[in-house]
């Protein structure tokens, strides 16, 4: 088993991975701020079953072979920036609603593979999970037991955080929204704000993932 004093390093290390700024905590309050809680849960829902694939992934060697390969990485950081400037283009082309219907134009399916695609296509994800997992087996076990609990202990607490996120999110886009609308009397620049906003965020994370 896991030694304790490894695991509870783990889990803070886990902590301030996932308390600091980044693509999955900004594309979730942003899908949350602009589309509503539903959305950014199944938006963190697909980020929590890509980070389980990364797990696999960097269990079965393809961190190592992106690594040893620079030019795989390059290929799926240009995929996932296309992808992402794909997802601002079509929010930007979303027309605006005078009612709360715009939040129905993303399912549920559109919203959990935005998410998983998003994450997956960001190698990042994977070196990570690669580089930080063997770091904390405990040698002379099993190595395999405890791959799948670091595993599945960084899928829930990353998507404990994602939750929060969208929580936190969507609190603070109503609460702007009922300043705007006591003062306005309409809905039109909220959504306009809160599409405008989605656009940058999709833009930088897709120029971030580029520059990497």
């Known amino acids: 088993m896991i030694e304790p004093t490894l695991l509870s390093l783990y889990i803070t290390a886990l902590i301030a991975v996932y308390i600091s700024p980044g693509p ?110 063997p770091q904390f087996i405990s040698s002379g076990e099993n190595p395999l037991p405890q791959f799948i609990i670091l595993g599945g202990i960084l899928v829930c607490v990353g998507l404990i955080f994602d939750i929060s996120y969208v929580f936190l999110a969507d609190g603070m886009a109503q609460r702007m929204g009922n300043k705007i609308c006591e003062r306005t009397q309409s809905l039109f620049y909220l959504e306009k704000i809160r599409n405008w906003l989605m656009v940058f965020v999709f833009g930088g994370m897709a120029i971030r993932l580029l520059l990497g």
């Open 24 to 133: 999955d905590m900004a594309l979730v309050m942003a899908i949350s701020a602009g589309k509503g809680r539903s959305a950014g849960l199944n938006t963190a829902s697909g980020i929590a079953a890509a980070r389980a694939l990364h797990v696999l992934g960097s269990g079965l060697g393809l961190a190592a072979l992106i690594m040893a390969h620079p030019y795989l990485e390059n290929f799926i950081r240009v995929v996932g920036a296309i992808f992402l400037l794909y997802w601002g283009w079509k929010i930007f082309q979303t027309p605006l609603r005078m009612d709360q219907t715009s939040k129905a134009i993303s399912n549920v399916k559109s919203n959990i593979s935005r998410g998983f695609i998003t994450n997956l296509l960001n190698p990042k994800a994977l070196i990570f999970c690669s580089m930080l997992l």
